[in-house]
């Protein structure tokens, strides 16, 4: 029996999803299919507000909702706001801010060097990055790019591009496994990896 076609086309759209594979995609349609119409209301909504309400920061481009005017941690002025953070996006910062111990700000780069797929420096948020840096306001650059071929050649460019501004520049210590994702790793590997981080030469 061929599946009715709004079935087929919520089982394609889950189907997009990262991690979920047709079986499971075909498990979430019927589960939707005989709830409630609230949930499957509630769900629709819900991602309807994440697209047209979620932005990102101007200042450092993580996540905000749409009413602010900059993100929760840029805000917080008990932030040390002379120590920045780069990270890759924003589920980095989720991560880092879970270890509850890293008290500076961010800096989405929102993605990384990758030769491969094209993504050149002027596709990243490295301008933005080297502009807050010669505000002055900063002493400290954390690169926290994921231990990865593209985490690694993004934090050696932007040591370059950092150098000439007599800012002290550190990497995150090797306590991440390679090939990993920051989102991944648990909160005691992340606290050793901030306090490990060493001098870039």
């Given at each position: 029996?061929?599946t009715?076609?709004p079935?087929?086309?919520?089982i394609?759209?889950?189907?997009?999803?990262?991690?979920?594979?047709?079986k499971?995609a075909?498990r979430?349609?019927?589960?939707?299919?005989?709830?409630?119409?609230?949930?499957?209301?509630?769900?629709?909504?819900?991602?309807?507000?994440?697209?047209?309400?979620?932005?990102?920061?101007?200042?450092?481009?993580?996540?905000?909702t749409?009413?602010?005017?900059?993100?929760?941690?840029?805000?917080?002025?008990?932030?040390?706001?002379?120590?920045?953070?780069?990270?890759?996006?924003?589920?980095d910062?989720?991560?880092?801010?879970?270890?509850?111990?890293?008290?500076?700000?961010?800096?989405?780069?929102?993605?990384?060097?990758?030769p491969?797929?094209?993504?050149?420096?002027?596709?990243?948020?490295?301008?933005?990055?080297?502009?807050r840096?010669?505000?002055?306001?900063?002493?400290?650059?954390?690169?926290?790019?994921n231990?990865?071929?593209e985490?690694?050649?993004?934090?050696?460019?932007?040591?370059?591009?950092?150098?000439?501004?007599?800012v002290r520049v550190?990497?995150?210590?090797?306590?991440l496994?390679?090939?990993?994702?920051?989102?991944?790793?648990?909160?005691?590997?992340?606290?050793?990896?901030?306090?490990?981080?060493?001098?870039?030469e």
């Amino acid at each position: 029996m061929a599946t009715p076609k709004p079935i087929q086309d919520v089982i394609n759209a889950f189907s997009r999803l990262p991690g979920i594979g047709p079986k499971t995609a075909g498990r979430l349609a019927f589960f939707l299919l005989n709830t409630p119409d609230e949930l499957s209301q509630d769900l629709a909504n819900s991602i309807l507000a994440l697209k047209t309400e979620v932005v990102t920061c101007p200042k450092c481009f993580n996540i905000m909702t749409r009413d602010q005017e900059n993100c929760g941690i840029c805000s917080d002025e008990e932030r040390d706001h002379s120590i920045i953070c780069v990270v890759e996006d924003a589920m980095d910062v989720v991560a880092l801010e879970r270890v509850g111990s890293y008290v500076g700000i961010y800096h989405v780069l929102q993605g990384v060097l990758s030769p491969i797929e094209g993504v050149a420096p002027q596709d990243l948020r490295i301008q933005e990055l080297i502009e807050r840096v010669q505000g002055g306001e900063v002493k400290e650059v954390i690169l926290a790019t994921n231990p990865s071929m593209e985490g690694d050649a993004t934090a050696m460019y932007l040591q370059q591009r950092l150098q000439p501004l007599s800012v002290r520049v550190t990497r995150l210590a090797r306590g991440l496994p390679v090939g990993s994702d920051l989102e991944y790793a648990d909160p005691t590997t992340l606290m050793r990896a901030l306090n490990g981080r060493q001098d870039l030469e």
